[in-house]
């Protein structure tokens, strides 16, 4: 299983980055998908999920609106939309795959992640 991340960079606050998560070596369309970020020394914080075929979404409520979860099956690709960031956004993100039904927000979770990628967020 591979999934690999893209789309990360270093913007101003206020301005808007898509992540993206293509995934490979597992059934896409089977796996719940989802993000999570992390601070340095820090756990993994839960961001979002979507079920397998992208009608249920979750987020944690620290997010205020601003991150869009999606997926596109046929790509093998997810998608986090990030909107207005905040310097306090800056972190590493990672998107996790995960087999079976239910929608899940613990990283234990997920069995599968990507290497991550910096999101940087300057005043």
């Known amino acids: 299983v591979q999934l690999v991340e893209s789309g990360g960079g270093l913007v101003q606050a206020g301005a808007s980055l898509r992540l993206s998560c293509t995934a490979s070596?597992?059934?896409?369309?089977?796996?719940?998908m989802g993000w999570f970020r992390q601070f340095p020394g820090k756990e993994h914080d839960f961001l979002s999920t979507?079920?397998?075929?992208?009608?249920?979404?979750y987020y944690t409520d620290s997010l205020q609106g601003r991150f869009t979860i999606s997926r596109d099956n046929a790509k093998n690709t997810v998608y986090l939309q990030m909107n207005n960031l905040k310097p306090e956004d800056t972190a590493v993100y990672y998107c996790?795959?995960?087999?079976?039904?239910?929608?899940?927000?613990?990283?234990?979770?997920?069995?599968?992640w990507g290497q991550g990628t910096q999101v940087t967020v300057s005043s």
């Open positions: 979507i079920s397998r075929n992208g009608d249920r979404t």
């Open positions: 996790a795959a995960r087999s079976g039904l239910f929608i899940a927000t613990k990283p234990t979770d997920f069995g599968s």
């Open positions: 070596g597992l059934s896409f369309s089977s796996s719940i």
